[in-house]
């Protein structure tokens, strides 16, 4: 880091800037979890000082916030374009696809879900909120899959939305414990038996 | 911890100590991480020293590993048991009911298992054997039950098992989140649709 001099670091512009803290921070919460890595560290690794920083997120708690936020941004467009055309069930397999090809993301996430448990932990509120957003809205694909007899209406949509959300983040977390697992095709394994045969 | 006397404290046998050493671990590696606790904070919270720690546990390590095979134990000795009686499915049921009387236990596995992800987490391995171990387990009950059709011939017995697993573990974090969801309940729910109807 310190190899590269601060007049040449100082050149790229701040949303730049802030972009590389955020990639930074998603890897290293990811690795290590929010306890496990101070705002030096984050510094540190991205070549600024920690006042540097500072400058763009006033502490640890805000730049966690905002990595989740972006992950959780980038997720949301993908998920709500997939919605627009596909059904419930080829959204998700999509969506595993997507993540998949950004493991840093998808760590950040599993590990801070599981930490977020906690009550006093900084991203508690956001996966709660998240978890609720996320459930109401494949509620209301599944009602609308129900609606075009592609899943059996007699299941409960919030109910099977958790479900669906269950299984996609256990599975996520045996593919990063070992990624020559399939996990879009397990994904497909879990839903295909929910699908209307009649109908495909 | 220092109103109490050493004296008074130290007379405990040294088993007792170990159990209180790895109840205090267990509550604090789930509430904070393996990186967000130390070792003097766990002796702290016990009331000992940490050379008196040490005497008991080596090292960080050592100590969130022991806590781990000891939640590991108790949960397999339960499946076992139930294992022995009943259907996969029930037994994983029976397992949820006994899991939430423990969230303590739950909280260090879900938090523990994420950040296992991380290639240098010293509880990889220990996760990447349990996953082995218990999908196998569960794979080789799921061939008993399909060879008394009570599930499908058709489903691969060892992606099925990873699948349960999966939804167990997703549902798991979802109900640490937020307790008033039926955790039992909700994994009947996913079950229920694997069961050939016809042998009820």
Known sequence: MSGVAP???NRRPPGVRREEILRVATE???DSGYRG???A????????????????FKNKEELLLAALERRDEDSRDHMDAMFQEMSVADALISLCRHNVEDPTAMRLYAVESAESIEPGHP???????????VRERVAERIRRDQELRRL?????PVVLAG??????????????????????????????????????
């Open 123 to 133: 991203a508690r509120e956001f996966f709660l909120r998240r978890y609720a957003r």
């Open 37 to 39: 890595v101070s705002l």
């Open 152 to 156: 059996p209406a007699a299941l409960d």
């Open 163 to 200: 479900e669906m959300i269950a299984v996609m983040d256990g599975l996520q977390v045996q593919w990063l414990l070992d990624p020559t697992m399939d996990l879009p095709g397990r994904m497909a394994a879990y839903l295909e038996r929910l699908i209307i045969k009649e109908d495909r």
């Open 28 to 30: 290293m919460f990811g």
């Open 41 to 56: 560290d984050i510094a540190a690794r991205v070549g600024i000082s920690q006042p540097g920083l500072i400058h763009h």
């Open 7 to 9: 007049s040449v670091r």
